[in-house]
Nanobody
Framework: QVQLVESGGGLVQVGDSLSLSCAAS????????TGWFRQVPGKEREFVAA????????RYADSVNGRFTISRDNARNMVYLHMMSLKPEDTAVYYC?????????????????WGQGTQVTVSS
């Protein structure tokens, strides 16, 4: 089974950019659909972005569409989330996840493997 480890989180200012990385091991990340989710204390984990196995099809939450970009490097077995124009409401723990089922889901229940998360804090 694939193991996922996120990195790249930190404290940034409103309007800044930040890129998160997700390193996969124990499996080939391109054989999974991959997603990014985020969670703040007391709230449900929410969908942010997802990338299909082809590396072409993407899905984004309305709240991040046009500001965030999900991408993958097959040679490095890594997935990225590039975030621009960050807002205070983007503050959360961000998780990388991999889905074995067909399709690109926005539902947490459809993802089989998860990383431990990385904190992103956007300060105003």
């Amino acid at each position: 089974q694939v193991q996922l480890v996120e990195s790249g989180g930190g404290l940034v200012q409103v309007g800044d950019s930040l890129s998160l990385s997700c390193a996969a091991s124990g499996g080939t990340i391109s054989t999974y659909a991959t997603g990014w989710f985020r969670q703040v204390p007391g709230k449900e984990r929410e969908f942010v972005a997802a990338l299909g196995r082809s590396g072409i099809r993407t899905r984004y939450a309305d709240s991040v569409n046009g500001r965030f970009t999900i991408s993958r490097d097959n040679a490095r077995n890594m997935v990225y989330l590039h975030m621009m124009s960050l807002k205070p409401e983007d503050t959360a723990v961000y998780y990388c996840a991999a889905q074995t089922a067909f399709g690109i889901s926005v539902l947490t229940a459809m993802y089989d493997y998860w990383g431990q998360g990385t904190q992103v804090t956007v300060s105003s």
